[in-house]
């Protein structure tokens, strides 16, 4: 079965710098996605980034970027100039393309000092 | 707003009881999705509807149940509660052709057995 796990229940980040959380999963299959979502104090569930595992280019979105290591099966995501909005939940995700099921990991609170 | 309406956001009730919770997916999504987050975890999910028809389960407990009617809205049913049931209930829907795309999610209902 396919796991996704986040080590980093929390982090903090100064504002203005730049973050890093982590990610691995576990799967057998060589054709997926991944995903970032961020859940703010509203509790509403927003993408964030997706990356297919068919590409060898890591995905960015502004200041959101991953480092995808499919051989490590880590999806790292990195935020840069973290700004207050940018407090959240982030939770790591991952689909198989033969499914429709996103399996998430416990995600990583993350906390912007100002 | 994300195109997916969940009534009601908060609903207390005692244990024992049953409650139903109701999503309203994007215009022209066939699917919905139904996750449950405890507090401290990350999205389980529960279960999958395609256009009416029931397409995968999840650890859904057999005191839950769903359905999907044709004008595409979706019910899950919780009965006989037990304090542990309290969680947030989240609903998604997603169109037929997945793909890399993630699913648009409902803001949640905030269900408090008591």
């Known amino acids: 079965a396919q796991t996704v796990t986040q080590s980093q229940p929390e982090m903090s980040v100064q504002e203005a710098e730049t973050v890093t959380l982590s990610c691995t999963y576990d799967?057998?299959?060589?054709?997926?996605?991944l995903f970032w979502y961020k859940q703010p104090p509203s509790r509403q569930m927003i993408l964030v980034i997706r990356q297919e595992a068919y590409k060898q280019q890591n995905a960015t979105e502004n200041r959101f970027s991953v480092n995808f290591q499919k051989a490590a099966k880590s999806f790292s995501l990195k935020i840069s100039d973290s700004q207050l909005g940018d407090a959240a939940m982030y939770f790591c995700?991952?689909?198989?393309?033969?499914?429709?099921?996103?399996?998430f990991g416990k995600g990583t609170r993350l906390h912007i000092l100002p | 707003d994300s195109g997916v309406t969940q009534t009601p956001k908060h609903l207390i009730t005692a244990t024992g009881q049953r409650v139903t919770l109701r999503c309203s997916p994007r215009?022209?999504?066939?699917?919905v999705y139904w996750y449950q987050q405890s507090l401290d975890q990350g999205l389980q999910f529960l279960i999958h509807y395609y256009n009416g028809e029931e397409r995968a389960k999840g650890n859904i407990l057999e005191r839950f149940s769903a359905q999907q009617f044709p004008d595409l809205h979706s019910e899950l049913n919780l009965s006989s509660l037990e304090l542990g049931d309290s969680a947030l209930y989240f609903c998604a829907s997603s169109s037929l052709n997945l793909g890399s795309a993630g699913y648009t999610f409902g803001s949640g209902t905030r269900l408090t057995v008591v």
């Open positions: 215009s022209g999504d066939l699917s």
């Open positions: 995700a991952y689909r198989s393309a033969r499914d429709d099921k996103i399996i």
């Open positions: 799967t057998s299959e060589s054709d997926y996605y």
